[in-house]
Every structure is written in structure tokens, then in C-alpha cells.
């Protein structure tokens, strides 16, 4: 790949049909990795069953892949300075299918820990495509449409999301929940067949999602895509020079508060159905996905929304809704209850797009740094659901969705003021 002399425009060699091709390459990263992401719900209910868990250590499945986020993010910015992006998403992907193809012994050896080091290595090779795709797509064109470029992709992210709950219920959840008296009058022997089935549905799945991810490595490898590199007078970011700027630290905060909040909503909502309204596992799944549906959806929506709404405004109003709706799931005690978190994606939506244009803004020579900041602010999702968990090993599930809800109020106060570059004016745009 051939270095351009631009700090803030991709420039190819090649005509607009580059730019075109590398879009959609780069736009197909968000469906790959909201794909696998959103297998966590289903494989939460899951081993819980096969390695027999409690809500807290189910939760570590969330900790163990963005823990992978937040240890690879700073990584992943300086390959991506110094061997270019499409280095760096090839190293990625390559990551990606190692952790998925290490499910089959994971399933072998029934090791709660081997899963996690799978879906840490799978996290670890995503770290390195959204920390190369976010960035890639809003400079891979006009910056005055950079957000609304980067929720159009993220709408592939979720067409993932909305698939992932879907096929994962069917081929991986086996519909049989023996009750805690029916597994204590298993013999030894039954047990460990009952178990060992249950740990041998993630086998193929996962195999398939490593052969296709290999796949998408090798178109990669095979397609010149134009690169992004910035210009060598420029001094080299550090992380003081990235934290002067006040919307990124801000962004930064956001960040971490909602993919916590978005993975504690989703992670635990099979569960949250069968406490609330006795729905079996393998419809809650269905419902979930339907609601990641309404996610998909909720990006083309929020994307149109943004020509007459301001991008910081609507991230608000979207944040305020995602709270009453919390507060109606914790209150109501009918299927109603079920409904408000089956809602809340849709409201979700464009969240992490706009933070992370947002927080991006006018960093100039920072963008690379930035950018590897906010997707480390993903380890949000480590935390959250692990305090999510305690919760309701000490209360219930219901109540522990005051987890997301606190959540949400901190990404509100971001499309309120903490947006706003330092020296611009405070309100809204």
C-alpha cells in the first residue's frame, strides 16, 4: 500500500470506484463483529446451563470480550499508525477466526476459563477492526457527512445484531431446561452427558463463523484499498496532547457508560424474560431478536432524523427514552415489563456511532489516538454486567437493570453538553 501525504481525506490512486469498494469492504467489518458480539446473550443462558454458573460468573462472558477491547484498543491504534489500516484489519480478522476455531477444544474439555480465553482472542481481533473501520468510514469522505456515514455502516452492524440472537437460539440453545431438583436426581453419568451435550452445540457454529471470517481475510489480502496515513511533518500523538481535547475525554466517558449499558440490557434479557414472564429460553431468544431488529431498523431511522435533528440532540432525547423505559421494566410486573427492554435497542441504536463521531471531532492529528481511546472506553462492557450479576445473585434480575439505567443518564449529559469541543459555546449546536 502506497503512504498519502492527508491527515483528514483518504485519497486513492484509483478512481471514486475506490473509495466505493473500500467502503463497502470496510462497511462489512461491522456486520462481522456485531455478529459474533451479539452470540454473548445466547451463550450467557448457555454455559450457564453447560458449566453450571451463577449469574455473576455467566456475566464474566461480557468481561472476558471487552476486557479483550480494552487491552488491545492502544495496540491496535499504533499498528494502524505504522503499518496502515488494511494491516491492521487483515491482523484482525486473522485474530478473530483463531478465537472462534478455539471453541471446538473449549467445548472438549467443558473449561468455563478456555471460553473465556476463546472470546478474549475473538474480542482482541475485533478491538483491531473497530478501532481501523470507525475512523476509516468517517474519513473515507465529506467530514460534514462523517456521522451520517458512519450510522449507514453501522446499520450493517445492526443487521448483525438483529441475526446473531435469531440463528445463535436455534443452533446453539437446546430448549431443555431441567429445573435444580431434575439435575440433582441425575445419576453421575447422566449429568455429564447432559452437560457435555449442551457444551457440543457451540462447536459448529463457531468453526462456520471462523471459515467465513478466514475468508473475508483473504479478500483483504487480495484488494488494494486506498490508505490513510498521516502527513510525516506532524508530531507524533501522545496521551496527554489527546486528553487536552474536553469532548473526547467527555466521549470517552460516554463511551464506557453506554456499551455498558447496551451489553447489561441485551446480556441479560433471556434472563430478565423468564423471571418477568416465564418465557422459554429458546423464545426469549427469538424476541431478542426481533428486538436487535428494531436496532437495525433504528439506525436507518436515527441516520434520516439527523438531517433536521442535530446529532448531539437526538443522542439525548434517544438516552432519556432508554431510561423511562428502564424504569417501566423495573416496575411493572406483566409482559408489559418484558416489552420496555425489548424496546430499548431501538433507542439505542445510534448511540455509539454518535459518540464516537462526536467524540473524534476536529482532533486533527489526534484522530488515530482518539479513536483508539473510545473503542478502549468498551470496556465498559466488562464492568457493568459483572455489578449487573451481583445484583441479581443478591436481589433479582429485575432489579439489577437499575445497572443500565444510571448508565444511560451519564450518555445523556454527553448529547447535552459534554460534547461540545472546549472552546465553542455551551448548548446545543
Known amino acids: 500500500m502506497a503512504s498519502v501525504p492527508s491527515s483528514t481525506t483518504a485519497k486513492s490512486a484509483g478512481s471514486m470506484r475506490g473509495y466505493t469498494l473500500a467502503f463497502a469492504l470496510v462497511t462489512s467489518l461491522f456486520f462481522l463483529w456485531a455478529f459474533v458480539h451479539n452470540l454473548e446473550p445466547i451463550l450467557i443462558p448457555h454455559l450457564k446451563k453447560a458449566c453450571q454458573l451463577t449469574d455473576l460468573q455467566s456475566a464474566l462472558i461480557d468481561s472476558a470480550v471487552y476486557l479483550g477491547y480494552f487491552i488491545m484498543a492502544l495496540p491496535a491504534g499504533f499498528v494502524m499508525k505504522k503499518y496502515g489500516y488494511q494491516r491492521g484489519i487483515i491482523a484482525g480478522l486473522l485474530m478473530y477466526a483463531a478465537g472462534a476455531f478455539l471453541f471446538v477444544p473449549a467445548a472438549d474439555t467443558r473449561m468455563y476459563g478456555f471460553f473465556l480465553g476463546a472470546l478474549f482472542i475473538i474480542a482482541s481481533g475485533c478491538a483491531f477492526l473497530e478501532t481501523a473501520a470507525n475512523p476509516y468510514v468517517t474519513i473515507l469522505g465529506d467530514p460534514a457527512t462523517a456521522t451520517t456515514r458512519l450510522n449507514f455502516s453501522q446499520s450493517f452492524n445492526g443487521l448483525g445484531a438483529f441475526l446473531a440472537p435469531v440463528v445463535g437460539g436455534r443452533v ?63 508530531a507524533p500523538s501522545t496521551l496527554g496532547s489527546v486528553f487536552r481535547h474536553r469532548h473526547l475525554r467527555w466521549g470517552v466517558i460516554a463511551q464506557f457508560f453506554y456499551v455498558g449499558a447496551q451489553v447489561c440490557v441485551t446480556s441479560f434479557f433471556i434472563r430478565f424474560a423468564k423471571f418477568s414472564s416465564d418465557v422459554p429460553e429458546k423464545t426469549a431468544a427469538e424476541w431478542l431478536g426481533w428486538a436487535m431488529l428494531g436496532f437495525l431498523i433504528g439506525r436507518f431511522i436515527g441516520t434520516y432524523l439527523m438531517r433536521f435533528v442535530s446529532a448531539n440532540r437526538l443522542l439525548t432525547i434517544y438516552s432519556l427514552i432508554s431510561v423511562l423505559l428502564l424504569v417501566v421494566a423495573m416496575t411493572m410486573r406483566s409482559q408489559i415489563a418484558v416489552w420496555a427492554i425489548f424496546a430499548v435497542p431501538f433507542f439505542e441504536s445510534i448511540m455509539f456511532a454518535t459518540i464516537f463521531s462526536l467524540g473524534i471531532n476536529k482532533l486533527e492529528e489526534d484522530t488515530e489516538l482518539g479513536s483508539s481511546l473510545l473503542v478502549m472506553a468498551i470496556a ?19 432489579v439489577a437493570y437499575i445497572v443500565p439505567l444510571l448508565c444511560f443518564l451519564v450518555v445523556a449529559y454527553y448529547g447535552w453538553r459534554g460534547y461540545k469541543p472546549e472552546n465553542e459555546t455551551m448548548g446545543y449546536e
Open 172 to 234: 446453539i440453545l437446546s430448549g431443555i431446561e431441567h429445573s435444580e431438583a431434575e439435575l440433582a436426581a441425575m445419576s453421575a453419568d447422566q449429568l455429564n452427558s447432559y452437560l457435555q451435550y449442551e457444551a457440543d452445540q457451540v462447536k459448529m457454529p463457531y468453526v462456520v463463523i471462523g471459515v467465513v471470517v478466514v475468508a473475508v481475510a483473504a479478500l483483504f489480502m487480495f484488494t488494494k484499498l486506498p490508505d490513510i496515513s498521516e502527513s510525516e511533518k506532524k
Open 380 to 398: 465498559g462492557g466488562a464492568l457493568f454486567p459483572v455489578l449487573m450479576g451481583y445484583i441479581s445473585d443478591q436481589s433479582n434480575i429485575k
